[in-house]
């Protein structure tokens, strides 16, 4: 047993692993570099958690049998690089939380979808009466989850940085639904290390362990092709290819015939919209079956799924202008679904802290489907060199509010007000969900 861990960081993830720790009579001790939330900090207080705020004391940590790092840290940093030159192991939350469960893990990465599909699964095997919990980079941590509470099926949406600590975790079924260039500023700008990171869902598999991937995503293919993988692989697509336990569109039905079980539902009576969605609800159909959830209770949960927040979601009609807010769209992959799912001419509300994003290949959505591009952020040069040539209203912004009452400006009947930003929030909001508050609240003020 652990008889010195340290904990780096006190957000969500951090004070989680603390509090499993002191739960399982580990000593611990936490270290933050800034200052703790009164939520997080009251957690640790109350559990007689020891902590620090606001700095490091590098001789405590350098005293630690083991680290766990949270998400936020950079693996490149100089605190971590001294811990490493004293050969002290650096893990993981999601590492360290699986070693205190025996529950079924279902595992769900990629650049895009990721939550959605984690809530789609959740919710299937939830409305199937299992006994399953929800964790990981939506909702509380892994560790929070587990440490009151035994699951016989945890869902969890693992992000790169998450999956970067990973030692012995392996969810038994993984999903990686897309690969496009996504945070490579933490990544050296390297699309090759970001890719790395994914793959590690599936590092530990055996032949026994299952990964579900989508076969229409070239960058997947090529890693599957490239990297040797014990995984029992099972692919969705948008099309019928000659490969076994296949789940694929036929005349605009999803089919699949996994372990035996043919399953068919058309694509109308799914309750989530677009191409991107299709691709998440046929891997999570996909995970159901692997389950034995019946076909008529997956019909059913396919069906009656509400879309979550933040990623194309309706917030109003006003004068016949839909308004839609997908504020968790911060990269360009996330925004290509977005538009390439508009219906009618749109007002594009985009911009943020930029992530080493080429906006290159939206340049023919943006040609076809929007007719003005409102920049929110303090840094818009990218935006306005890249589409100027292709739009002749395109504005600077630098409060929602204002972008928001723009965007009612020119927008007609029968067009939309599209969020979907292509960046991080962090240069005028919180996060992506204050992001999405601000223009939901801008909108019913209209």
């Known amino acids: 047993m652990n008889d ?4 780096l960081g006190g957000g969500e993830s951090g004070v989680g692993v603390a509090y499993l720790a002191s739960k399982k009579g580990i000593k611990v001790f936490l270290s933050d570099n800034n200052l703790i939330k009164k939520e997080y900090k009251n957690i640790l207080i109350e559990n007689n958690i020891e902590f620090e705020e606001g700095s490091h004391s590098l001789t405590k940590l350098l005293n630690a049998t083991e680290i766990v790092k949270s998400p936020g840290i950079s693996d490149d940093s100089d605190l971590i690089n001294k811990i490493r030159i004293n ?29 959605t599909t984690t809530s789609l699964i959740y919710h299937i095997l939830k409305s199937s009466g299992l006994n399953v919990g929800v964790a990981g980079n939506i909702g509380n941590s892994f560790s929070f989850l587990i440490a009151n509470r035994d ?7 693992l992000s790169s940085f998450q999956l970067d ?8 079924i993984a999903v990686i639904t897309n690969l496009s260039p996504d ?11 970001y890719i790395s990171s994914k793959f590690n869902i599936v590092i530990n598999h055996s032949k026994s362990d299952y990964l579900i991937y989508n076969s229409d995503d070239l960058k997947i293919i090529n890693e599957l092709n490239s990297r040797k993988i014990n ?5 969705f697509s948008f099309s019928k290819k000659d490969c076994n336990n296949q789940i694929y569109i036929e005349k605009n039905i999803i089919k699949s015939n996994i372990n035996k079980n043919k399953f068919m539902i058309p694509i109308e009576s799914l309750s989530l919209k677009g191409k991107h969605n299709v691709q998440n609800s046929m891997a999570a159909a996909t995970v159901a079956q692997l389950l034995n959830i019946s076909n008529e209770e997956l019909r059913e949960s396919l069906g009656n799924f509400q879309s979550i927040s933040h990623r194309l979601e309706h917030v109003l009609t006003i004068q016949k202008v839909k308004y839609i807010n997908d504020s968790k769209a911060t990269n360009v992959n996330a925004v290509f679904y977005a538009l390439d799912s508009m219906k009618s001419s749109t007002v594009w509300i985009a911009g943020g802290v930029d992530k080493g994003n080429n906006y290159d290949e939206l340049l023919p959505l943006v040609r076809e489907k929007v007719k003005a591009i409102i920049c929110l952020g303090l840094e818009n040069q990218k935006l306005l060199e890249t589409f100027s040539s292709v739009t002749e209203l395109i504005f600077e912004t630098t409060s929602m509010s204002e972008a928001v009452k723009m965007a009612y400006q020119i927008a007609k009947p029968t067009e939309s007000v599209l969020l979907s930003p292509a960046c991080s929030s962090f240069d005028l909001f919180k996060n992506f969900e204050d992001r999405g508050n601000q223009f939901k609240e801008a909108v019913r003020r209209l």
Not at 4 to 7: A, E, G, S
Not at 89 to 96: A, K, M
Not at 231 to 235: C, G, H, L, P, Q
């Open 4 to 7: 010195n861990l340290v904990v």
């Open 87 to 115: 050969n002290i192991p650096v893990i993981s939350e999601i590492e360290f939380a699986s070693r205190f469960t025996n529950a079924k893990i279902i595992g769900i990465t990629g650049s895009n979808g990721k939550t």
């Open 151 to 157: 699951y016989e099926f945890i869902v969890l949406e």
């Open 165 to 172: 600590g990973v030692k012995t975790f392996k969810p038994q």
């Open 183 to 193: 945070h490579l500023e933490r990544y050296e700008n390297n699309f090759d290390n």
């Open 231 to 235: 995984s029992n692989k099972i692919s």
